[in-house]
């Protein structure tokens, strides 16, 4: 009984200790980033090496690095997943072989996706230090995600579409155009918004393949700083940059809130419009 | 299976990008391993154990002190993490009304989204100096630790959490059937058929642990030494990478290289066992 009591005690104190640890994170960057943060700070270019002025260019470095990131992974993933979960036995060679690689991929370390970025993309390629081999590097990491989610969403299409068109002599492409991809949009958005938010995060497979630059990018072929690289620069290598390093992190945070709820939202909606038509 | 000719054509298009998906693993081992050959080639592996100190432009290539940094950092953080993560799991599941367990999950989750940037930025502002007032500079070893058991509780917790979930009812109902107190069926029943998952999430964890970069470098100080205590200042091998990489060339270069291959190595190492161990909970 007693052992009862303690357990339900200990318990208990751990969630708070966690919940309170994690107000106190969220708190700290509110107080201290919300005084700075203005319209002018989103827009304005970083003057004195970040410590005054905004975040302007950062933001739009962000917002390409990760377009480019997204353009090349969704085809990419969406064709595999397809693959893996219309056009292959669950139990083949080939599905299991790129599934196991994919698995693999996952586990990889940011920052030696970084490493590799900046070998193929910046050097071996030759797209130097650019939004675009940081974009590529990215896309490279949120593919398993992308394809496991796509996967996953797909798989949950209900079979009797499959047998239904089957009977209805529908060939598989009509099939997955018509039926089992709108089936899976609400599953494709949230895996799209997972996705994201890994993307957005990231900061170890940038700094050596977008780079450190602050300007405003004319082409994508030029070093863009992203946001996460920004707050680490801020921070690390700038004396008196706290100040705006805790409202950059507060705009990164509130992005990936607004990408969550939106990803939620959508997802939902979806959801409710298939129900309501089926 | 029927296919008609465009069916045809897209799975041949669709296999196409399959490859390519799958490849990249490969592609990536293939150029770690090209742009380390030129150490690898000419340096005996053990030189990386036994060389006096850490000068690839001198030819001395020692990363004891960065590896064993990794080592503590991530036993450390997956010793806090696990029982904390597990506590979680067991609160939401068992103990927690609905609405407060659904929160706590949901705040779990949010946790598991925060960027590691800004976990690094907090620990740096915030938790180095109320540690720097027990010893300075703050920057050490406990701070890193601090602040990847933050990070890896999530993992800990929702891989738990899952593996709770999968506890066959009829186990929890005979269990209550028998009249156990919570505890009992927790600690009798919940928690020995959750097992291997809960194993596996934090295999996983620990493999989060040892390729976090951007946190640990903001929080550790990045001196290269063996740490004499949990107080010292250390340099963890990801960090090692991200703050050469900028100006390294040649054989330096390559020696970052062969450290980004030894993190590949271990990471993969860990988690084909968690994937190994979570395949057998299907059998079990």
């Known amino acids: ?278 | 299976m029927f296919l008609s000719r465009t069916d045809r054509q897209l799975a041949a298009l669709l296999q196409g990008c399959a490859l390519l998906a799958a490849t990249i693993v490969l592609l990536i081992l293939l150029f770690l391993i090209k742009e380390s050959w030129p150490v690898l080639q000419h340096v005996a592996l053990t030189r990386f154990v036994i060389d006096a100190s850490w000068h690839p432009v001198q030819g001395l290539y020692q990363l004891t002190p960065m590896l064993s940094a990794t080592l503590y950092s991530t036993l450390g953080a997956v010793v806090l993490a696990t029982p904390l993560g597990i506590a979680s799991a067991l609160f939401s599941r068992y103990f927690a009304p609905p609405f407060i367990a659904g929160c706590y999950r949901r705040l779990i989750e949010l946790l598991a989204g925060i960027p590691s940037v800004v976990y690094g930025f907090w620990g740096l502002i915030t938790l180095a100096p109320l540690i720097g007032r027990l010893h300075p500079p703050g920057v050490s070893l406990l701070t890193g630790i601090l602040v990847l058991t933050l990070m890896i509780l999530p993992t800990v917790a929702l891989t738990a959490d899952a593996a709770l979930a999968a506890v066959p009812l009829a186990y929890v109902r005979g269990a209550a059937a028998l009249g156990l107190s919570r505890w009992g069926l927790i600690s009798g029943v919940a928690l020995p058929a959750a097992r291997s998952g809960i194993i596996a999430g934090t295999l996983l964890a620990a493999g989060r642990a040892i390729g976090e970069t951007m946190a640990v470098l903001m929080v550790v100080g990045n001196v290269v030494q063996q740490p004499q205590s949990l107080l010292d200042s250390v340099r963890t091998l990801t960090a090692n990478i991200a703050l050469e990489m900028a100006y390294a060339t040649g054989v330096h270069r390559a020696a970052l290289f062969v450290s980004g291959l030894a993190l590949m190595v271990m990471v993969l190492v860990l988690v084909s066992t968690a994937e190994l161990l979570s395949r057998k909970r299907h059998y079990g």
């Open chain 1, 1 to 278: 009984m007693v052992k009862n009591a303690l357990t339900t005690l200990l318990i208990w104190l751990t969630a708070i200790l966690v919940s309170g640890v994690f107000v106190w994170l969220l708190a700290d960057i509110i107080i201290h980033g919300l005084p700075k943060l203005s319209w002018s700070f989103l827009v304005e270019t970083p003057k004195n090496a970040g410590r005054s002025g905004g975040i302007g260019p950062i933001i739009v470095s962000t917002l390409l690095i990760l377009g480019v990131a997204m353009v090349t992974a969704i085809p990419l993933s969406l064709a595999t997943a397809v693959l893996l979960s219309e056009f292959t036995r669950h139990d083949s060679v080939f599905g299991r072989l790129v599934r196991r690689s994919l698995d693999v991929l996952a586990g990889v370390p940011s920052i030696v996706f970084g490493l590799f970025g900046n070998a193929v993309f910046c050097i071996y390629l030759g797209l130097g230090f650019s939004i675009l081999s940081g974009g590529l590097t990215l896309a490279c990491m949120v593919l398993p995600l992308l394809i496991r989610t796509a996967e996953e969403g797909l798989q949950a299409a209900p079979n009797e579409y499959r047998l239904a068109s089957a009977a209805l002599g529908m060939s598989r492409s009509a099939t997955l155009v018509h039926l089992l991809l709108p089936a899976a949009t609400p599953a494709l958005v949230a895996g799209l918004m997972l996705g994201v938010g890994r993307a957005i995060a990231e900061t170890a497979a940038l700094i050596f393949t977008s780079g450190y630059v602050d300007r405003m990018p004319d082409s994508l072929f030029d070093s863009g700083r992203a946001l996460s690289v920004h707050i680490y620069d801020l921070s690390m290598n700038v004396a008196g940059g706290d100040a705006s390093a805790y409202s950059s992190a507060l705009v990164l945070i509130l992005l990936l809130l607004m990408i969550n709820s939106i990803a939620l939202s959508l997802a939902n909606q979806w959801l409710h419009r298939s129900v309501v038509t089926a």
